[in-house]
Nanobody
Framework: QVQVVESGGGLVQPGGSLRLSCEVSGIIFSNRAMDWYRQAPGEQRELVATVTRGGSTNYADSAKGRFTISRDNAKNTVSLQMNSLKPEDTGVYYC????????WGQGTQVTVSS
């Protein structure tokens, strides 16, 4: 059974930082690309960052220079370090991979507000 569990969300002031973590089980983690998506209120889910199985990374323009995605294949985890947070970063952040089908976590809420 595939499980994806996110953690690390919360309330932070503009300019602050948060680190999201995602633990995955039930797949061959090292073989899969991993993504973080964000869904803002009233908006569609959008891709924020990707780390390939080889460790290459890609970011949405809104995340470049502020967010860093990384993976630890020994622990089956992927993280998203978010710095210089802005109110528009607010939303539910989802960890995603593909294992015979799209696999999503339950999401973790990030709220950037003063």
């Amino acid at each position: 059974q595939v499980q994806v569990v996110e953690s690390g969300g919360g309330l932070v002031q503009p300019g602050g930082s948060l680190r999201l973590s995602c633990e995955v089980s039930g797949i061959i983690f090292s073989n899969r690309a991993m993504d973080w998506y964000r869904q803002a209120p009233g908006e569609q889910r959008e891709l924020v960052a990707t780390v390939t199985r080889g460790g290459s990374t890609n970011y949405a323009d809104s995340a470049k220079g502020r967010f860093t995605i990384s993976r630890d294949n020994a622990k089956n985890t992927v993280s998203l370090q978010m710095n210089s947070l802005k109110p528009e970063d607010t939303g539910v952040y989802y960890c995603h991979t593909y294992w015979f089908r799209d696999v999503w976590g339950q999401g973790t809420q990030v709220t950037v507000s003063s």
